[in-house]
C-alpha cells in the first residue's frame, strides 16, 4: 500500500533514499522496498525519479513477483506528469494481460477514472470484477478495492445498480461502517461541500469522517494476517537442525493441512486480508539473529511470519480461482487444498 502522510511531514526523498539503500541489503525484498520509495518520490513531486525506479525493476534480471503491479504503477505515475500515450499504452497492456491480482486492475482503473475516463473506469474495473470473481463464493479482501471502485464510477456514470454493485453495498455494510456505500459514493455530495446550509455541511462532515475511519482501518491493515509455511525441504533442514521445533511439526503433511484450516478457520471468524508467507531456513536464521533468539523457540515462529508479510512477502489466501495451490504442488488450489 503507498504510503499516504502528507509532504510536509515526512521528508519523503530521504524516506525514498533509505528505502533504495535497504533494497541494495536485501535483494530478496527488493521489489516490495522499491515500490514503496517510488511511492514516496512520487508524493515529493519527483514523478521522473519514481518513474525511474519503476524501469529499473522493470528490465532487472530478476524475476518479479508481481510485473503487472509495476506497469499499472508506472502508468499512472507517467499520466500524472503529462505522458498520456505511454500510460494508455501501458494501461492497455496491462489490461490485456489480465492478471490475476487485483491490484493493478484498481490502479488502471482509477487512473482513468482520475482523468475523467468514467467509461473506461467502468469497463476497466468490470473486466478485472468478471476474471476474478465470476463463480466465486465469498471475494477475498484483497479484490474488496475493485468492487468499491466499480460501484463508485457506476453512481457517477448515474447507471442502474447490478449485483456485484448490491455485493459491494454488503461488503461495506460488514464493516459497520455508519454510512452506505450509496450515500458515500452519491455525485450529488460535491454540491454539499459548497452549500450554505448547515445541515447540509454537518451531514457531509459526517460522512467524510466514516469515509476517513474506513480509509484509516484499510491502512491500518497493509499486510495480510499471514500463516506460515515451509516447503518440504526447508521444513526437514528446520526440523532437523532445531529438534524443539518437531513438536510444532511432526511432519510436512500435516503442517500443510494446519495451514489451511487455520486459515478456514480465521476466514469463518471474519478476519479479513488472510495470507501466507513462506520462510526458508537461512532466512528464518538470520531472523532469530537479529531478536537475539534461539530459532529452536516456538514463540518465535509467528513474529517471523510477520515480519515476511510486512516485507511484503505474503501472498493472498485463497488463491483466485484457477491459480495454483498456494502448497507449491502445482495442481489448481480448487482440486489440492481448496477441495
Excluded at 518520490?41 to 524501469?55: C, H, I, Q, S, V
Excluded at 473486466?127 to 466499480?150: C, I, K, M, Q, W
Excluded at 449485483?163 to 454488503?170: F, S, V, Y
Excluded at 455530495?189 to 482501518?217: C, H, K, Q, T
Amino acid at each position: 500500500m503507498r504510503p499516504d502522510t502528507p509532504a510536509e511531514n515526512v521528508d519523503h526523498p530521504a524516506e525514498a533514499a533509505r528505502l533504495e539503500r535497504t533494497a541494495a541489503r536485501y535483494p530478496e525484498d527488493a521489489e516490495a522496498l522499491l515500490l514503496q520509495a517510488a511511492a514516496h518520490l512520487e508524493l515529493a513531486g519527483d514523478r521522473p525519479a519514481a518513474t525511474t525506479l519503476y524501469d529499473r525493476l522493470l528490465s532487472s534480471a530478476a524475476t518479479l513477483e508481481t510485473p503487472h503491479l509495476v506497469r499499472a504503477l508506472k502508468a499512472s505515475n507517467l499520466w500524472e506528469y503529462g505522458h498520456e500515450a505511454e500510460a494508455r499504452a501501458i494501461i492497455d497492456g496491462v489490461r490485456t494481460a489480465a492478471p490475476r491480482d487485483p491490484a493493478p486492475w484498481v490502479i488502471v482503473a482509477e487512473s482513468l477514472e482520475s482523468h475523467d475516463e468514467l467509461e473506461a473506469a467502468q469497463e476497466t474495473f468490470t473486466e478485472g470484477a468478471t476474471l476474478l470473481l465470476t463463480d466465486v463464493p465469498e471475494p477475498p479482501y484483497s479484490t474488496h478495492p475493485l468492487l468499491f471502485g466499480r460501484h463508485r464510477v457506476r453512481r457517477m456514470l448515474g447507471v442502474s445498480h447490478d449485483e456485484w454493485d448490491t455485493l459491494a453495498d454488503t461488503l461495506h455494510s460488514s464493516h459497520a461502517s455508519p454510512v452506505s456505500l450509496d450515500e458515500l459514493h452519491d455525485p450529488k455530495r460535491v454540491w454539499s461541500l459548497g452549500s450554505d446550509n448547515p445541515a447540509e455541511l454537518e451531514a457531509e462532515i459526517s460522512r467524510l469522517r466514516a469515509e476517513l475511519g474506513a480509509y484509516r482501518e484499510a491502512l491500518s491493515r497493509p499486510f495480510p494476517v499471514a500463516v506460515l509455511h515451509w516447503p518440504e525441504g526447508e521444513l526437514a533442514e528446520l526440523v532437523g537442525a532445531y529438534e524443539s521445533l518437531a513438536v510444532e511439526y511432526p511432519s510436512h503433511e500435516e503442517h500443510l493441512a494446519t495451514i489451511e484450516a487455520s486459515l478456514r478457520e480465521l476466514a469463518a471468524s471474519g478476519t479479513p486480508n488472510l495470507g501466507i508467507v513462506t520462510g526458508t531456513v537461512p532466512s528464518y536464521e538470520a531472523f532469530a539473529a537479529s531478536e537475539g533468539a534461539s530459532p529452536g523457540d516456538v514463540e518465535l515462529l509467528p513474529q517471523y511470519a510477520t515480519t515476511l508479510a510486512a516485507r511484503g512477502r505474503a501472498v493472498v489466501w485463497p488463491p483466485q480461482r484457477g491459480a495454483s495451490c498456494w502448497c507449491g504442488s502445482g495442481r489448481a488450489y480448487g482440486e489440492c487444498h481448496g477441495s
